[in-house]
């Protein structure tokens, strides 16, 4: 089975996330996927970015890195910081919990990756930073 890879890092500020969007829906595009799937991807990397742009380095300068690999029907991608780190991933899970309140954020973040993408998996340390892993099945046309 043959894969494909891509690989990009971008500043991490709130005018790459619609880079990051057109980039992921650029790489799914071989698998042929649904205008809702590919709406679905968007949205999903987009929070994630936005995620790292906000939690991950509070608005400070850095950088994101984001990988993306098609395997049979699927693809998956990697938003990755080397920012603050989340302290309690559990709770960063919950539905409506923000750790920035003040900025009027909606808490919907990781919701919202879990809902558009068939898995998602986040792996964090304070001090080093934060990987969040999707993956969609594009093949099987849902």
Avoid: C, W
């Amino acid at each position: 089975m043959l894969k494909n890879n891509m690989y990009t890092e971008f500043s991490a500020i709130p005018e790459n996330e619609a880079f990051a969007r057109s980039v992921a829906a650029a790489f799914a595009m071989s698998l042929d996927p649904t205008l809702d799937q590919l709406s679905e991807i968007k949205t999903a990397v987009s929070e994630a970015v936005t995620n790292a742009v906000i939690h991950g380095y509070e608005k400070k300068e850095g950088t994101i890195i984001m990988e993306g690999v098609i395997y049979g029907g699927a693809v998956e991608y990697t938003i990755r910081d080397k920012g603050v780190g989340i302290s309690d991933i559990r709770r960063a899970r919950e539905p409506l919990y923000t750790g920035k309140p003040e900025d009027e954020r909606s808490g919907m973040g990781f919701t919202i990756m879990e809902t558009f993408m068939d898995s998602l998996e986040v792996e964090s340390e304070v001090g080093k930073g934060t990987s969040i892993v999707m993956t969609k099945n594009i093949s099987n046309g849902e």
